[in-house]
Nanobody, 124 residues
Framework: QVQLVESGGGLVQAGGSLRLSCVAS????????MAWFRQAPGKEREFVAS????????YYADFVKGRFTISRDNAKNTVYLQMNSLKPEDTAVYYC?????????????????WGQGTQVSVSS
C-alpha cells in the first residue's frame, strides 16, 4: 500500500499562487508515476498534471499549461504542484494519485492510490 497526504491548499485571490505538496509513505515511492487531479463541486474529477519517476516526463491538461508546474523530490517522497495565475475556475479539491508503474497517463482509472484531497479556493 501507498499512503498519500496532500497539503498546501487554501484561499487565494485570483492571480495568486499556491504550492501543493503530496507526501507518500508505505511501499516504495520510486518507479511510480504520480499525478494531480481535481474535482469542483458538481463536476467530475478531472486530470491536472502527471510526472514520471525521473521527473523528465510531464503531461498537463490544456487548461493549466503555462500556469501550473508539477515536480517531485524522490529523496523526500514528495510530489508538488506549483500553481500560478490562479483563476476562480481553479477552485476545487485537489487530489494526489500514484500508479503502480512508471508510465504517465491522464486516465484516473490507471491510478491505484489516492490521497484525501486538499481544498483550493480562488476568489475573484
Amino acid at each position: 500500500q501507498v499512503q498519500l497526504v496532500e497539503s498546501g491548499g487554501g484561499l487565494v485571490q485570483a492571480g495568486g499562487s499556491l504550492r501543493l505538496s503530496c507526501v507518500a509513505s508505505g511501499r516504495t515511492f520510486s518507479s511510480r508515476a504520480m499525478a494531480w487531479f481535481r474535482q469542483a463541486p458538481g463536476k467530475e474529477r478531472e486530470f491536472v498534471a502527471s510526472i514520471n519517476w525521473s521527473g523528465r516526463n510531464t503531461y498537463y491538461a490544456d487548461f493549466v499549461k503555462g500556469r501550473f508546474t508539477i515536480s517531485r523530490d524522490n529523496a523526500k517522497n514528495t510530489v508538488y504542484l506549483q500553481m500560478n495565475s490562479l483563476k476562480p475556475e481553479d477552485t476545487a479539491v485537489y487530489y494526489c494519485a500514484a500508479r503502480g508503474i512508471d508510465t504517465i497517463t491522464s486516465d484516473s482509472r490507471n491510478y491505484a492510490y489516492w490521497g484525501q484531497g486538499t481544498q483550493v479556493s480562488v476568489s475573484s
